[in-house]
Nanobody, 124 residues
Framework: VQLQASGGGLVQAGGSLRLSCAAS????????MGWFRQAPGKEREFVAA????????YYTDSVKGRFTISRDNAKNTVYLQMNSLKPEDTAVYYC??????????????????WGQGTQVTVSS
């Protein structure tokens, strides 16, 4: 499956952005989906995940209550709505697909398919 992330940009602290990730070349509903991010000089880290049906989600603690992951299987797209953005949210954001459907996973190595990344910059 091929993934294409979009929607990043420059926003002031407290603002909002919605990232999108369009999938092609596979059966989108076969995959659990995740969002990760990587700040300069840091390792790539888990942000949020959603199961294949959209019925289960999981977030890293730092984004709980501010970010919402969702998906539209009819449009082969997963979203990340980011509200109340903080400067520490600045990173390149990546979407990823995990073919293991039985539970949500947070490890970078668990996801076999990755999008190209979209830059999110939050100014203070």
């Amino acid at each position: 499956v091929q993934l294409q992330a979009s929607g990043g940009g420059l926003v002031q602290a407290g603002g909002s952005l919605r990232l999108s990730c369009a999938a092609s070349g596979g059966t989108f509903s076969s995959y659990n989906m995740g969002w990760f991010r990587q700040a300069p000089g840091k390792e790539r880290e888990f942000v949020a995940a959603i199961n294949w049906s959209g019925g289960a989600t999981y977030y890293t603690d730092s984004v709980k209550g501010r970010f919402t992951i969702s998906r539209d299987n009819a449009k082969n797209t997963v979203y990340l709505q980011m509200n109340s953005l903080k400067p520490e949210d600045t990173a390149v954001y990546y979407c990823a697909a995990d073919s293991w459907r039985y539970h949500l996973r947070v490890g970078v190595g668990n996801y076999a398919y990755w999008g190209q990344g979209t830059q999110v910059t939050v100014s203070s």
